[in-house]
Structures are given as C-alpha cells and as structure tokens.
C-alpha cells in the first residue's frame, strides 16, 4: 500500500482545521508617543498636535478613511483645524486652543493589520504668553474650510478625516488562506479516490488451479 498519497490528504486536511479553528493573530499598531502627551499641561500650542505608533499606517489611497483626530474642550467645542496627515507610523493636524483648561484628544487610526484603533488623550492648556485663542466650533469642521467630514479631502498633504470603518485585511487574507487550503484538499483527495494503481489491477489475481 502506499502511504504518500494518504500522507497529502491527512496533512491538508490537518491545515484546513488549523486555519478554521483559529483567527488571524493581533497586530494591532500601540500608540508609543504623542503631543502632548497623556496628562500634559501644555503652556504654549505646539506646531503640531501628533500620534507615532510602532508600525506603518494603513491609509488606503491616501484618503484617510477610517482616520480621525479631534481636539475638543470640557464643553464639547472643537478646536481642530478639520484635516489630518498620515506619513508612515504617524498621524498629526493642526489647532488653535480657546480658554486655559482641560481639553481631550479623540483619535481613530487604522492598523497595519486593517483593524481601526481608538482612544482618548486628556491634557491641560494653560498658556503663559499672548497666545491667540479661539472660540471652537460646535461640530467637527471640513478640512481647510472644505467639505464636511464624509468626503475625502484631495489635497496631496492632508486628507480628510472620516468616520467609517474598514474591512480587516488580516481577516480577508486568513479567509482567502481557507478557502486556498479546502480546495486543496478536495484536489488531493479526488486524485487519490480516482487514481487506479497497478497493483489494484492485478489483486488478488495468480496462477488458477489446474485442474486434475
């Protein structure tokens, strides 16, 4: 009997089990630092309000879908300028703060893994100098004055921040692996069930006896 063919269908329908019995692994980006950092008082606006992870940033055509970065005060009011730039592992935007007192960083980044990651970032303003303030905005404002968050910002530097969510590439790439791994299985085992081998031919077969 030979075992080889035997040996493929028990291995592809080992990794069949495998790859239906567990989901594809984490890797979703962590935050490493940020400006300003979590907690910070900050008394003058820094160039640029920014999040850096450990992995590069998944910004699918440049549109920014799934990114978002909002800067709002203890009322509600949004300080942010609308636009947001993704460059590699890094997310950052620009904004104008109002009065002195305790505002929020709400972010939305999507993974290298294409699951989208979220959190907040409390910090204090507290400005020391002839900072120019502004009274925010009661919703999320366009990007430069643009269209309303929704529609993706064309700008070859800043892209416009939206709400949506996307399809995990992780989870597409472990689903296509499935399917990959079943339909070899079933060509494996339909070529072993079909395949006649010689030996099978001619079993149980010898001399006849002779008759006396």
Known sequence: MRRGPALLVAIALAVVTVLSTSGPASAHNQIVSSTPRPGETLTTLPARFEIDTNNVLLDIGGTGRGFAFEIRDARGRFYEDGCVSIVDDNMFTTARLGSPGKYTIIFQIVSADGHAVSGTIPFTWAPTGQETVTRGVTSPPGC?????????????????????????????????????AVALAAIITLVVVTRRRPEDEVEGGGDEPRSS
Not at 152 to 164: E, G, I, L, V
């Open 144 to 180: 430069d004055g643009g269209p309303a968050p929704g529609k993706p910002h064309t700008d070859a530097t800043s892209t416009q921040t939206t709400r949506t969510s996307t399809v995990p590439l992780a989870d597409i790439l472990w689903i296509g692996g499935i399917l990959v």
